[in-house]
């Protein structure tokens, strides 16, 4: 039926899309000729509407949609054949990471300390 290919394209676009957040696979396709394919560009280009909110509240990896939006420049398509550039993106991605838990922690701290602030303030 309809609903079930529907279903089933969806979940296939989810999957493709995730993993583009992955630079070690950017560099295997890049290898492989695909980001030659002016199909496959093109593919590339529809899948887009991942980053519209109806869509992107189901990906588990957001910065998927941030490489998908530099898939869209040939130069950087280009680039990603060099394994140095992929593992480049892959280090300042883990630089991220680990910036954005050390605030993260940081401010739940600070909050849990103001909500202890408080609750003593209060009795």
């Known amino acids: 039926s309809d609903d079930t290919g529907?279903?089933?394209?969806?979940?296939?676009?989810?999957?493709?899309?995730?993993?583009?957040?992955?630079?070690?696979y950017l560099n295997f396709l890049a290898q492989?000729?695909?980001?030659?394919?002016?199909?496959?560009?093109?593919?590339?280009?529809?899948?887009?509407?991942?980053?519209?909110?109806?869509?992107?509240?189901?990906?588990?990896y957001p910065q998927c949609l941030h490489m998908l939006e530099l898939l869209q420049y040939?130069?950087?398509?280009?680039?990603?054949?060099?394994?140095?550039?992929?593992?480049f993106i892959d280090e300042q991605q883990i630089l991220h990471w680990q910036h954005y838990s050390r605030k993260r922690m940081r401010l739940q701290q600070a909050l849990a300390e103001q909500q202890q602030q408080n609750n003593t303030s209060v009795k």
């Open 32 to 60: 492989r000729g695909y980001f030659k394919d002016r199909a496959f560009v093109n593919y590339l280009k529809y899948l887009l509407y991942w980053k519209e909110p109806e869509y992107a509240k189901y990906l588990k």
């Open 6 to 24: 529907n279903r089933l394209r969806f979940q296939l676009e989810l999957e493709f899309v995730q993993c583009l957040a992955n630079p070690n």
């Open 74 to 87: 040939e130069h950087f398509r280009k680039e990603l054949v060099n394994a140095q550039c992929a593992k």
